[in-house]
């Protein structure tokens, strides 16, 4: 099931959706689990299922040092599976965030095959542009999953129409140039990216880099069919574990319904 | 030298951004409005009088080009009686073929209005070159080496920042080459406006892997006059090392439509067994640092830690054009073990005098091998890419040149 119905139902409400991205397999593969259901339980629409990988380019230090951890323990590729079906059991969607490699290795056809099959609504896939996307828009279309692309302030106009004619669920706007990581502010060309990309036919943008607390997220919120957070939550996790997840987690919530 | 340095836009060689099913563009979206400016100022500068007369004048007063084609009997006598014949990019200005792409890109990005370079560096080669083009051109300059290399090649990092080069050292991941390139990436999202990651070999996203062989072409062009010159005849092979494989890249392009000219990349065996970089010879495929190519990776596709006696040819990767030679059977590639390419070092510094770099010295190795397969009547040219006063510490410790107690002296 794609997320757009999530999104749609979101906006029914007056507000943004909350997505949170968590890497599977840290602090190890069943204490992730157990994160991703303090997300949920937190109030998270949509969780973003990470998966760890040896050469996050456009990761920063926090997701990097966690994606560590979690392949010295022995992540696998198909323990993304598994987190997708203990998310959807939490009642909340899922999508997976994953660099390309992963997925080729796996088999494109099979991955998409196999995400479906455990209920995940699509891919976010930050190191593969549509221009390099023929087989996943193939075996996507052929399941039913959500092609989540991304868009850059440095997007020229024919980038966006393209990137968000190739996109489905939604278009994943970066709010700033530069890696995952929180921040003090979110970039100030994140609102004109988020209006261009619609105004390029993206149904749904939601918006994330660098949203580290409640107050960010209701500022995104009021331009933003969804507000991403990331590092904030892996940070939350290591602080003060599943119950400070949780806590994080239900600030962001109450953030992007006071959207003002 | 009378020949065109860039390749004519009619031929029929692939320009990119796919050789064959290899190549490409992986890489976060917000770079490819850069990879397009790139590609497109190269396009120009390529086409523009004073762009090449520029580099062609920096290619002969600053570098010293055009490099030796210097002939190796002494150590012919070991390779079956087959002449050998080095392409002496070792002697260039900082002591290896880095400086040829340097000086190009740094052009470039003037040309493009940047104030600032940032490279990745394994064996310090490329950063020494980038740091030497940033103060020549008055540039601000960051270079990014793994920890493990800045440890191994001390000196190169005292020689970047005497040049007055910015050097951090990746702690990440395997502390190698690899990490320096995902953590200059990193900066180059953040600084795009102003900044010209000048990638160091024929990997990456494209331009990089046509543009940096399009620099690199000049060694092949240059070797291919000078042997006809001196044996009156095409050599029956060339030999290079290949761990992106920029050097390699540069010798091969102008030899791939000479049919009788067999083109051999020597990569890094190292220990003959589970530890090496042979990316060509022992990897899969995959997609790594933006362009689909051959690779080292777990059944998972998790980049697999590659190992080298040489820092340079450390790396899990390799040029996506290297991958299309290899597939179509144009190239042919072969690893070189650590202790092949130790005993070519040794070999060619006591018979010519010449104290090769480590990684030059699997090229060596492979030549060796060849001229004992096809005899006396061979004529074999090999890339000497770089110098080897930067490996000193690693042979002396590998041959046990360094006395055990000294305290006496």
């Known amino acids: 099931m794609s997320t757009a119905p999530v999104l749609r139902a979101c906006a029914a409400e007056n507000r943004a959706a909350f997505i949170g991205y968590l890497p599977v397999g840290y602090p190890d593969v069943p204490g992730s689990l157990d994160a991703m259901r303090a997300l949920v339980a937190g109030g998270v629409d949509i969780v973003e299922v990470g998966m760890p990988y040896s050469d996050p380019g456009m990761d920063g230090p ?32 899922a999508v997976t965030m ?15 095959r196999d995400l479906a099959a455990a209920g995940g609504s699509g891919i976010v896939t930050p190191d593969l542009v549509p221009d390099e996307a023929g087989e996943w828009i193939a075996a996507s279309d052929a399941h039913g999953l959500d092609r989540i692309f991304l868009v850059a302030p440095s997007s020229r106009p024919e980038r966006l129409a393209y990137v968000a004619g190739s996109s489905r669920g939604f278009v994943y706007a970066a709010s700033t140039m530069g890696v995952t ?13 988020v209006a261009d990309t619609r105004s390029a036919g993206a149904e749904h943008v939601c918006v994330g ?16 069919d969804g507000v991403i957070v990331g590092s904030a939550l892996v940070k939350a996790l290591d602080s003060g574990g599943t119950a400070a997840l949780e806590r994080q987690a239900a600030e962001f919530a109450a953030g992007v319904r006071d959207r003002g | 030298m009378d020949h065109e340095l860039f390749s004519s836009p009619a031929s029929e060689l692939p320009q990119g951004p796919y050789f064959g099913t290899f190549g490409g563009r992986f890489i976060p979206e917000a770079l490819i409005s850069a990879l397009d400016e790139i590609t497109d100022a190269f396009a120009k500068a390529t086409v523009d009088p004073g762009f090449v007369a520029e580099l062609h004048r920096l290619h002969r007063v600053y570098t010293g080009r055009p490099s030796l084609l210097t002939e190796a009997p002494r150590f012919a006598e070991h390779a079956g009686g087959a002449r050998i014949l080095l392409k002496r990019e070792d002697l260039n200005h900082t002591g290896s073929h880095k400086i040829n792409n340097v000086l190009g890109q ?12 940032i490279a990745e560096t394994g064996a310090g080669q490329h950063g020494v070159a980038t740091a030497t083009a940033a103060a020549l051109m008055g540039l601000e300059c960051r270079i990014y080496m793994g ?24 702690e990440a991941g395997s502390r190698t080459l690899k990490d320096a390139i995902n953590a200059t990436f990193r900066d180059w999202v953040a600084s795009v406006d102003t900044t010209h990651y000048v990638f160091g070999t024929v990997a990456g996203p494209h331009p990089f892997p046509m543009l940096v062989r399009e620099f690199q072409r000049i060694i092949g062009l240059e070797a291919r006059a000078q042997i006809e010159e001196l044996v009156g005849r095409l050599p029956d092979a060339v030999t290079a090392c290949v761990g992106g494989g920029s050097n390699a890249m540069g010798m091969f392009h102008a030899f791939i439509p000479d049919s009788g000219v067999r083109l051999v990349g020597c990569e890094p065996g190292g220990d003959g067994g589970e530890l090496h970089a042979a990316s060509l010879t022992r990897g899969t495929e995959g997609v790594l640092h933006g362009a689909r ?64 770099a480590i990684e030059s010295a699997h090229a060596l190795a492979g ?4 001229g004992r397969d096809l005899g006396p009547d061979a004529v074999i040219a090999v890339c000497l890419s770089g110098r080897g006063d930067k490996d000193v510490d690693t042979a002396g410790k590998y041959f046990g040149y360094f006395d055990a107690n000294n305290e006496e002296d």
């Open chain 2, 293 to 356: 190519s051959m690779m080292l990776q777990d059944d998972d596709g998790q980049t697999i830690e590659s190992h080298s006696i040489s820092a340079g040819l450390d790396y899990p990767g390799v040029g996506p054009e290297h991958a299309w030679l290899h597939d179509s059977g144009r190239g042919e590639y072969r690893a070189i073990t650590d202790a092949e390419a130790m005993e070519a070092f040794r070999l060619l510094a006591r018979t010519e005098g010449i104290i090769p």
């Open chain 2, 367 to 370: 030549a060796l091998q060849l």
């Open chain 1, 181 to 193: 990581g929180t921040r003090a502010e979110v970039g100030s060309a994140a609102a004109q990216l």
């Open chain 1, 209 to 224: 880099l660098g949203v580290s607390t409640r107050e960010q997220a209701a500022e995104v919120a009021a331009y933003a």
């Open chain 2, 147 to 170: 920890a493990q290399d800045t440890e191994r090649q001390a000196l190169n990092v005292a020689r970047m920042r005497l040049l007055g080069a910015e050097v951090i050292a990746v």
């Open chain 1, 98 to 112: 994953t660099y390309w490699n992963i997925v080729e290795r796996y088999g494109v056809e099979a991955f998409a």
């Open chain 2, 106 to 117: 740094a052009l470039l990005a003037q040309r493009m209005g940047k104030t600032r370079l």
């Open chain 1, 62 to 93: 926090v997701i990097e040092a966690a994606g560590v951890t979690a392949l010295a323990g022995g992540v696998r590729t198909r323990d993304v599976l598994t987190a997708i079906e203990a998310v959807r059991e939490a009642g909340a969607a």
